[in-house]
């Protein structure tokens, strides 16, 4: 079974920085594109950075220079570094593969 734990939420003020962790199992890690997504409240979930299995990497618009998305295919983990985190980035945020998804962790900014 394809499994997504992720972690490293937490709360922080505005200017702060956080660390995501999402360990992976259950499928051949180094052969997907892998992604964070985040779904604040009443809004929908968005993409918030990819990076392919050659490691090219996207993110959006308003985290880019600010955010930087890492994998480790031996440790089979995907990393999120958010740094000067903004009131906006309050959500819960999860990693993505394919069909699946891991079950979530909060990051709260207070300004």
């Known amino acids: 079974d394809v499994q997504l734990q992720a972690s490293g939420g937490g709360s922080v003020q505005t200017g702060g920085s956080l660390r995501l962790s999402c360990a992976a199992s259950g499928f051949t890690f180094d052969d997907y594109a892998i992604g964070w997504f985040r779904q604040a409240p009443g809004k929908e979930r968005e993409a918030v950075a990819t990076v392919s299995s050659s490691g090219t990497t996207t993110y959006l618009d308003s985290v880019r220079g600010r955010f930087t998305i890492s994998r480790d295919n031996i440790r089979r983990t995907l990393y999120l570094q958010m740094d000067s985190l903004k009131p906006e980035g309050t959500a819960v945020y999860y990693c993505?593969?394919?069909?699946?998804w891991g079950q979530g962790t909060q990051v709260t900014v207070s300004s």
């Open positions: 993505h593969i394919l069909s699946y």
